[in-house]
């Protein structure tokens, strides 16, 4: 389910202090490591002391730098990681001694995620260096980094040009990307700005590379009231992305699926002494088969749109009655065919049409469609579909980046959206479409797709997920239909079954016949 492949295995290097305290650093980088199922090494760069009064400054005594190359040679001796997560960081040696070790063993591939951590929640520095030269240090090594607002400021301010905003994370995200992070997410805790977001929601600010490049949005989760300060979130988020990083995940993946973890860890967190700490242990453990990819179990996810675009929309319901057999086809000529065998769902999807030919095909679509009441999607042309009436849509991820939602939602368009990863499928979600559509749910020869088939069990999956019908689509044929209508599938959707089958009409009879017969024994079961 997402644009790498992810594996079974997760081993991630977790470079930082040590707190005895057990708050943050390596041991809140184990907790949160285990709650993924990855495997944690974990590389001390300093001891730290971290009085729990105000008024105590924190101690912090580096290691060697010997004695850190020492550690990182024996980890390496074993199982090679998947992913680097570093925190503290605290003399520009130890920075120097990493980047020459990662370039040595030929590492640069691994994704490293570099927690800056200058000072700890209780604003105790934790330095012996300035910050901005072990950044310095870092960031070429580093694929992406999560400052929290107060890190980032005072990085960005020494490069910030006059007149930007430093009170926003945008502006800082853009900044540190000036300087040369190649993906930065800027956590908006500490911040009491609302003004890009809701009041009652923390949201981070991500700019990261997407397939088609650069790509940035906003991630936010609902603000908890936690009533004492709250320790080791920063080590803990970072850990979590590492470790999806770890499993092949992309980095937009992982930072919508690690901030989800984190929220579910901090809504009951455990108290400790004065302070607070993330609940991992209260949370469901990751399944990772021997022969699947690692599944993180999430209650939902978090909010996520694009800077642009504000995420309070409510697109109308497909109605009561299931999607059911859902034919996507090319012509207006297809959908008459296959409307008068009874079909209720169908899309138009005219890769091959341009200018007048291809408005004139729609309006044709549209023209039967309302003939036999049927719910007609048309793929990718949202104006045309505005324009001549249509009852739907259906957006590509891609398409939603320059597709004008606010008209589509004035004019009462049903909006169907594709999802393939958890990034793509949290902004979708975050839209409130009519319908979400879940692929390739197997190898399809329709489309070239980079991203590895999900199964039945992905399905499942996603509609622990979804709150809103759920369309199957991808290299489907009759012998997936029952399977599909118990993992919660609303609509199953295909090209190929239908329009190279010898008998079109025969074959999609029969389809609409075992849907109808799947879905009616799923209910039964599920009212028994
Ligand atoms: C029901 C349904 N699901 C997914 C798709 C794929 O749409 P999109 O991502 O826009 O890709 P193209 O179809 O445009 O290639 C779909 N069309 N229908
Ligand atoms: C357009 C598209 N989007 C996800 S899979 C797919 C192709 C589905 O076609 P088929 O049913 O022939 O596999
Ligand atoms: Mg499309």
């Not at 040369?180 to 990261?208: C, P, R």
């Not at 080590?235 to 919508?256: E, H, K, N, Q, R």
């Not at 675009?309 to 034919?327: A, E, I, K, R, V």
Request: hydrophobic residues 40%; aromatic residues 8%.
């Amino acid at each position: 389910m997402t644009q790498y492949t992810p594996e079974q295995s997760s081993v991630v290097l977790a470079i930082g202090g040590i707190d005895p305290a057990g708050f943050s650093g390596l041991q809140a980088d184990i907790k949160a490591l285990h709650s993924i199922g990855a495997h944690c090494y974990t590389v001390p760069t300093a001891m730290t002391a971290q009085p729990a009064q105000a008024g105590e400054p924190a101690q912090v005594y580096p290691v060697s730098t010997e004695e850190f190359v020492a550690q990182l040679n024996a980890c390496l001796s074993h199982e090679r990681p998947s992913a680097i997560k570093v925190g503290l960081m605290p003399n520009q040696g130890l920075a120097i001694a990493l980047k020459n070790w990662i370039g040595e063993h030929n590492l640069t591939e691994i994704p490293v995620v570099y927690d800056p951590v200058f000072a700890n929640t209780l604003n105790k520095s934790l330095l012996v260096d300035p910050p901005q030269v072990i950044v310095e240090r870092l960031l070429p090594i580093t694929t992406l980094m999560t400052p929290n607002l107060l890190e980032a400021a005072l990085w960005s301010e020494q490069i910030a040009t006059e007149d930007a905003d430093l009170s926003k994370p945008e502006t800082f995200a853009r900044q540190w990307r000036k300087a040369g992070a190649q993906q930065i997410l800027v956590k908006g805790g500490h911040s009491d700005d609302s003004s890009s977001t809701d009041s009652n929601m923390v949201s981070d600010y991500f700019i990261g590379l997407g397939t088609g490049g650069p790509q940035a949005f906003w991630v936010s989760t609902p603000k908890l009231p936690l009533n004492q300060p709250c320790r080791g979130t920063g080590c803990s988020l970072a850990s979590l992305i590492a470790g999806m990083m770890g499993f092949g995940y992309s980095a937009a993946d992982a930072v919508v699926i690690a901030k989800q973890r984190l929220q579910e860890a901090l809504f009951a967190p455990l108290s400790f002494g004065e302070f607070l700490k993330p609940n991992f242990q209260a949370i469901k453990p990751a399944t990772i088969s021997s022969t699947e990819a690692a599944q993180i179990p999430l209650e939902k996810l978090p909010s996520v749109h694009f800077p642009s675009q504000p995420y309070h929309f409510n697109f109308p319901s497909c109605g009561d009655s299931p999607l059911g057999l859902y034919p996507v086809v090319d012509s207006a000529e297809w959908i008459e065919r296959l409307l008068s065998l009874g079909v209720t769902t169908i899309q138009l999807r005219a890769k091959n049409l341009k200018g007048e030919a291809l408005e004139r095909e729609i309006q044709s679509a549209i023209a039967i469609a309302e003939r036999f009441n049927t719910r007609l999607f048309i793929n990718d042309y949202w104006e045309l579909a505005i324009k001549h009436g249509a009852y739907g849509v259906h957006l590509g991820y891609e398409d939603l980046q320059t597709a004008d939602l606010h008209q589509l939602e004035k004019h009462q368009l049903r909006l169907g959206l594709s999802t393939h990863c958890h990034y793509e499928l949290a902004h979708a979600l975050s839209v409130k479409p009519s319908y979400v559509a879940s692929g390739p749910v197997f190898h399809t020869n329709t489309k070239d797709m980079p991203w590895r088939p999900q199964g039945i069990d992905g399905v499942s999956y996603w509609r622990k997920l979804v709150d809103c019908p759920l369309v199957a689509i991808g290299g489907l044929n009759e012998s997936h239909f029952k399977a599909l209508c118990e993992a919660g599938a609303d609509g199953i959707a295909m090209i190929t079954a239908i329009t190279h089958a010898k008998d079109a009409e025969g074959t999609t009879q029969r389809f609409m016949d075992i849907i109808k017969s799947a879905v009616n024994e799923t209910y039964d079961q599920k009212t028994l």
